[in-house]
């Protein structure tokens, strides 16, 4: 029928969804110099809703039709398979025809019809609850669940690395604090030795130590090395 009117598309597709009605655009242009009639049937009358069914089309211009497929309560059983058709009729309208009805199809001699088909899709799918990695440019600052994870797992090696060097740095004061305070203890002992054995020289030696250190230090070191290996132990 395209010398006579020319269909655009050339099949009814609907994005089907339940309790909605869907409406799909049918457009028919006229390329020749004479009007023509048009009529539009279907299969399904019930289901579908076709405005207007019938009409005339002007030479080279278009008329719109509007083909509504009416609310579902139930889905295809077959969104594939659809049986559903449409049938589209023109002839040319007589030059001396006062009123267009549907007579002009039964006095005319040439009737051309094109069949369409309907497809049906599935329904869209919902949007999802989470934002994809890539629309965290645009969420203000908000990082996606993967990114932090990963963020996460990168900064995880470089804390315990942190803590390692730094326990293993007080564990090498600790071992130097204790050596400290062994060699102050066996100074001291063996200057009360001295002491017992050369009256007040030997006591006032014993409350000095060798180097500088006194008792003092040696008690403060002591409470040190003592603090920081129940720090460690925890």
């Not at 409406?23 to 279907?42: H, I, Q, R």
């Not at 083909?67 to 059983?77: F, L, N, T």
């Not at 071992?175 to 063996?190: M, Y």
């Not at 014993?206 to 403060?220: D, E, K, R, V």
Request: aromatic share 6%.
């Amino acid at each position: 029928m395209g010398d006579l009117l020319q269909l655009n598309p050339p099949e009814l597709r609907f994005k089907f969804e339940l309790r909605k009605n869907i409406p799909v655009t049918l457009s028919l242009y006229n390329p020749g110099d004479e009007t023509v009639a048009f009529k539009v049937k279907t299969t399904a009358p019930k289901k579908y809703c076709v405005r207007p069914s019938s009409g005339t089309v002007e030479p080279k211009t278009s008329k719109e039709i509007q083909v509504i497929m009416q609310a579902q309560r139930e889905p295809p059983p077959n969104y594939s398979d659809c049986k559903d058709k449409f049938l589209v009729q023109g002839c040319l309208v007589p030059k001396d025809a006062k009123d267009v009805s549907g007579d002009v199809f039964e006095r005319a001699t040439d009737v051309k019809q094109t069949k369409l088909r309907v497809i049906l899709t599935t329904p869209p799918k919902p949007p999802s609850p989470v934002p994809e990695g890539d629309e965290g440019d645009n969420s203000g600052g908000a990082v996606s669940i993967p990114a932090a994870r990963e963020e996460a797992a990168d900064q995880g090696p470089q804390d315990a690395a942190s803590l390692t060097s730094e326990n293993k740095q007080l564990r090498e004061y600790v071992r130097k604090l204790e050596s400290d305070r062994n060699v102050i203890k066996r100074q001291l002992d063996l200057w009360e030795e001295q002491g017992r054995g050369g009256g007040a020289g030997g006591k006032q030696a014993s409350g000095i130590a060798a180097g500088g250190f006194t008792l003092i230090h040696l008690l403060i070191a002591t409470v040190v090395a003592l603090g920081l290996g129940y720090f460690l132990h925890k």
